[in-house]
């Protein structure tokens, strides 16, 4: 088990080793069995987090307050747009003086070419952690809830195990390739196969893509990309993890108008209980949501016992907890 979290940084995936991930879901383990029990865990008491949000959200937002609050101290939550960073502060009053005032700092950040950077740039001035709470790049605390998720339904040894991540027609808005980019760098460490598919305008970062395959190299696992214009089902063939959401065609164009019209030659790709047939019949599956429900997923899918989307939820407490006890003590 390794123990030296404190004052450090969450911003990428592979910011932690394997061990020490092993070593947060193991207090996350905890934690969630302390919150069944009742019993108090105050390991941050009169300790304050800044949750500094440039983008909605719904479960990071409440899930890191809530987890504030129930170890013992509080996280405040500040909208970007009733600071004063339109009006001059720059990231480093942002590190310099939220790192004086908390004990932890919270961002998220989704912009494109900007988000990853600006946590980055806040991290370097201040004395405190910095926490991504999603950014352009990473959503590290949601692969982490992911990742206890399938630990939790899979088993702890997941060698050998298939998780197909696929790209799913969604007709909302163009969502941030940081969540597939953060569970193919994290699931091959713990010896998972994976399998990404997208249609081919929706490529991940190249970059991103070179550092999995190293990671399944290194764990012995395998790799495998389809990137045909029908893929999804196919992908879906014997897995026992599906995770399957939209994402943006950020590698072929940042126009928005452009990405729609790419998007939408493949509303076909939604999840639907005929290409979950092809996968093992006791396939999890799994979305961060929110979801298209309907579009990206049928409610029938979402819906039905094989989805563990609501498990996926609840631990995004218990892993961020973990992290923040570790790191903010
Ligand atoms: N999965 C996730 O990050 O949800 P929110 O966008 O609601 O925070």
Redesign the pocket.
Known sequence: MQTDFRGRDLIGDLDFTKEEVETVLEVAWDLKKKRALGQLHPYLRDKALAMLFFF??????SSFEAGMAQLGGHGAFIDSTTTQISHGDTTREIGEIFGRYFDGIAI?HCDWKDGNRYLNDVASTSRMPVLN??CDIY?PF?CLADLMTIQEKKGKDLRKKKIVVSWAYAASYLKPIS?PQSVILQMPRFGMDVTLAYPPEFPLMPEIVAQAQEQARLAGSKFEIIDTADGMKESFKDADVVYAKSWGPMMTTTDPEEGKRLQDKYKDWIVDQDKMSVAKPDAIYMH???ADRDVEVTSEVLDGPNSVVFDQ?EN?LHAQKAVMALTMN
């Open positions: 909605s959200s719904t479960r990071t937002r998220r709470m999603q959503h949601q969540v961060p949501l929110p939820a995004r």
